[in-house]
């Protein structure tokens, strides 16, 4: 008998909570206006991001704002390889295997020269070069005695540098040649 009251004690407490505090729950049946598009949208997972910041729980811009804020970001603009290639050679500084072997932190304007040198593609498959498959690579690995100075260094596209590793250039190729000649020679792009 007691369970069965501290249940229903219990159950009138939540009850009452949820009563008391419903404004606090974002997705409460209502409408809201997007800040940026202006287009008024149902209060619902599908159209919003949750914001515990705002004022009523939900993101200022709706979900289809902000997935086009996301993909404008990503640009292919100068500025962003620039700001990429740079997060890039910070990594690669505070790295223990790269420390000691030099400076690692070169201007932009040095970093476009080398990329109009290589066309702005990847020096080895040619795929042109964007913030989101950029990569800076030694043209002496590390391994095998390779520096950080700027005349070692080259962009590649992340792939290529990831199927890369510590080998050399011509090691790679011939890697390449022989996977392509067991699989008969032709690949198809994806």
Known sequence: ????????VSRHFRERYKEKNKHLDPFVDGVKTCHHCKMTKKKTRE???KDSGSYDGLDGRCRDCNIKRKRKRRTNSKKSIFKR???LSK????????????????SDDQWE????RQGWRCALSGVVLKAEN????HLIPVSKGGTNDFDNLRLL????NLALRHLSDS?????CNKVTKFNGGSFEET
């Open 1 to 8: 008998m007691k369970d069965q009251n501290r249940a229903q």
């Open 47 to 49: 159209n919003w991001n």
């Open 85 to 87: 290639i740079q997060w």
């Open 91 to 106: 990594q690669l500084k505070n790295h223990k295997r790269y420390r000691g072997l030099g400076e690692l932190s070169y």
């Open 113 to 116: 020269e080398k990329l109009n």
């Open 134 to 137: 950029v990569s800076i690579d």
């Open 157 to 160: 596209d992340v792939g290529v």
């Open 171 to 175: 090691e790679f190729i011939l890697m």
